[in-house]
């Protein structure tokens, strides 16, 4: 049981201040499993068969299950939900006890560890985020995970340019809003990074979306007039997507 916590809870979770302590509204909990070589089958197994039904049991609510376009590095990318920190840490505590739990995670490492590491941030919706519908889309649609890290003292200005303009002009050209979200204050980084969800219709449209969305004069307008303070974004490293595809077990597709 010793070898189940460590995997699952890499890091403690941190109840610091009231705002931790269940007045924050949902908490989306995003995790990215790294698998050993050849176990991801088995790992979207334990999903598919035993994890998903049991997190529902315990209170998480399962939002999407994602696998990259380009899946070298054998990762499964989630997101579950939870009324607050507190709660989340309740239901991992329950979850990780379940006697069902227990005998799923040891008939499937039998044969070794699925995982070799694990990934995850807290993050809530900001101001703009449109309210998350969690349902099976166009069965081609391509979903894109996008994070931006800002400069120093930026992130309220890269959350106005989303508010004010950038949500739409993406509706405009064919991209569908999900979810925007802010890092909980207490993870590193939070002061400087926006993480946000997005589809679309193909791969193929993604990048005449992506190609019309940057010559359109409302939005090269829009990012003059933001940057007249300096760059928003960090100039290296200030953007990372990842495209994503659903997987069959995942609510979201």
């Known amino acids: 049981m010793k ?14 201040t009231n705002l931790h302590a269940g007045k924050e509204g949902p908490v989306y909990e995003l995790r990215t499993y790294h698998a050993h070589e050849g176990k991801l089958d088995a790992l979207h197994a334990r999903f598919r068969d035993h994890t998903c039904a049991l997190f529902e ?12 376009v380009d899946n070298e590095s054998n990762t499964l990318v989630y997101i ?6 507190e709660a989340g840490q309740k239901s991992w505590g329950a979850f990780l006890k379940d006697p069902d739990w227990v005998a799923a995670y040891k008939a499937s490492t039998r044969d070794g560890k699925l995982v070799r590491k694990i990934d995850r941030v807290f993050l809530t919706a900001t101001d703009y985020s449109p309210a998350l519908r969690v349902e099976a889309g166009d069965p081609a649609r391509l979903f894109e995970l996008r994070t931006y890290t800002t400069n120093e003292g930026k992130r309220a200005d890269i959350n106005k340019r989303f508010r004010d303009h950038t949500c739409a ?16 204050p207490d993870q590193k980084a939070s002061d400087v990074t926006l993480t946000y969800l997005i589809t679309h219709k193909s791969r193929e449209a ?4 992506w190609d019309a969305f940057r010559k359109d004069p409302d ?27 659903p997987v069959d077990y995942s609510p979201m597709k």
Not at 80 to 85: I, K, L, Q
Not at 225 to 244: D, F
């Open 80 to 85: 579950v939900s939870h009324a607050s920190r």
């Open 57 to 68: 049991k315990h209170g998480m609510k399962n939002i999407g299950y994602w696998v990259p």
């Open 206 to 209: 993604r990048e005449a979306s």
């Open 3 to 16: 070898n189940v916590l460590s995997l699952l809870l890499l890091l403690p979770f941190t109840i610091a």
């Open 169 to 184: 002009l993406f509706t405009k050209h064919g991209m569908s809003n999900l979810l925007y979200c802010d890092l909980m």
């Open 219 to 245: 939005w090269q307008a829009v990012f003059k007039a933001s940057r007249v303070k300096g760059p928003i974004l960090l100039k290296k490293g200030g953007v990372k997507s990842t495209l994503l595809n």
